[in-house]
């Protein structure tokens, strides 16, 4: 078998052999340097081989019977390394392609337990069980547009000689349709798939987790009997853009694209892809839900220094006093926040609620409502020197003894942000001018 380059099967196998160490044996290695050559059709029987006269020893040293260019060999390993990377890559991607799974709970409501989605799959309507179905559709000519198979019977003509009166005819398919007064036309039938609802099965949970990763979406569609969300259901789904919630649902809303609880209380995710740079919350709200402002880093090196290139656009988040609670990583991976999200009312800041947030001030303040801080909550703010808190120590609660960020100033020398209890707004403002002015005279 001949192949492209003047490579033959033959070239292929012994290029294996040089390469993994199967051209070359030796019956005796003491006499390695007196070997004589034979190719294989001309091997000698065992004992025939060539006699070293100082050592008695027998020794045969083998060699390719199709010696071949060092470049055939290049040819040939290159076309090796990049069948296997075709393999991998292949598998990779057959791995992540579209999967929707829904189960029925004890209880008989509907659910969706797992959705991964690829590059071609935009929205995702969570309003009832979808199943899919293959549909035809029969596309005319000449220009008479596309019909589904409804539309259409199915005449089968037999062949028969010419007679007398009658030309030969030949057999062949037509479609008849049914809504064009019984006219004939050449058709081309094609198939195709389709995610239909079932309107007999709507959604009524989605689980945690359940589209989390699905980095291609950019909408996402909450049905009116959706009932329970769990937590990070939509979790780095990088690409979305907004999320729509039925109206008739009566536990859920959106607010431009904002997912919220019906009674407005708790934001529970704003979508990665909005492009405002600042966004209010709006007053009655108490909570930021886990996760609820996550931005994930794409790039597994993100660091301060990259952070600054990032396509993240947000960089305000304005909280109302009504907010009590910033639950566990409600911004983490914020980079470009140039402020800390904080209203007078915040009484509880939960676990890496601030995490990388890398743009924050170097100063920033806690006032007197907050009683307990979650441990990494300021993990990787490189940028901090000083927290201030409204409180005395004693009135403060922490998770964690990790809650406030290491910075590397020094070779061999871990710092800390300066803690202050005790102050005032007026003492603050003060202080933050005084470490902006510092910071402007260090980037200076």
Excluded at 261 to 269: E, G, N, Q, S, V
């Amino acid at each position: 078998m001949k192949i492209p380059f003047g490579i033959t099967t033959a070239d292929i196998a012994d290029a294996f052999k040089a390469v993994f160490g199967f051209a070359e044996s030796q019956v005796n290695e003491q006499a390695k340097g007196n070997a004589k050559l034979y190719t294989y059709d001309d091997l000698p029987a065992p004992g025939d081989g060539e006699v070293n006269p100082e050592t008695g020893f027998v020794s045969i040293k083998r060699v390719p019977k199709h010696p071949i260019p060092w470049w055939k060999k290049a040819i040939i390993l290159l076309v090796v390394v990049a069948l296997c990377g075709t393999s991998i890559y292949l598998g990779f991607t057959n791995f992540k392609a579209v999967e929707t799974v829904y189960e029925l709970n004890e209880g008989g409501q509907w659910g969706l337990k797992y959705f991964a989605g690829e590059s071609t799959k935009v929205s995702l309507d969570l309003s009832y069980v979808q199943e899919k179905r293959t549909l035809s559709k029969f596309f005319l000519t000449p220009g008479f547009g596309d019909w589904r198979e409804e539309h259409f019977e199915k005449i089968t003509l037999e062949y028969k000689p010419a007679t007398d009166t009658e030309p030969e005819q030949k057999a062949d398919e037509y479609y008849v349709c049914k809504t064009c007064g019984g006219e004939f036309h050449s058709a081309i039938m094609l198939s195709h798939s389709e995610w239909t609802d079932d309107l007999t099965k709507p959604l009524q949970y989605i689980k945690e987790f359940g589209s989390a990763d699905a980095v291609y979406l950019k909408e996402i569609t909450i049905g009116k009997d959706v009932t329970d969300i769990g937590r990070m259901a939509f979790n780095n789904c990088a690409a979305l853009e907004r999320i729509i919630v039925d109206t008739e649902n009566p536990n859920y809303c959106d607010v431009d694209g904002v997912l919220y609880t019906k009674d407005m209380k708790t934001l529970l995710l704003y979508p990665n892809q909005k492009t405002a740079a600042s966004y209010t919350v709006p007053d009655g709200v108490e909570t930021i839900a886990m996760a609820a402002f996550y931005q994930h880093p794409k790039d597994e090196t993100y660091n301060a220094e990259s952070a600054k290139n990032t396509e993240l656009v947000l960089e305000e988040v304005i909280l109302p006093d009504s907010v009590k609670t910033i639950s566990e990583m409600a911004f983490f991976g914020n980079a470009k926040l140039a402020s800390l999200p904080m209203g007078n009312g915040v009484e509880y800041i939960g676990k890496d609620a601030f995490s990388k947030c890398y743009g924050l001030p170097p100063a920033i303040y806690l006032p007197g409502n907050v009683k307990t801080i979650g441990d990494y909550c300021f993990y990787e703010c490189g940028s901090l020197d000083v927290i201030a808190f409204a409180n005395a120590e004693s009135g403060i609660a922490f998770e964690g003894k990790y809650w406030r960020p290491k910075i590397d100033k020094k070779m061999f020398q871990t710092n800390y942000p300066e803690i202050q209890y005790g102050v005032t707004v007026e003492q603050f403002t003060a202080l933050s001018a005084q470490y902006n002015t510092q910071e402007g005279a260090n980037n200076g």
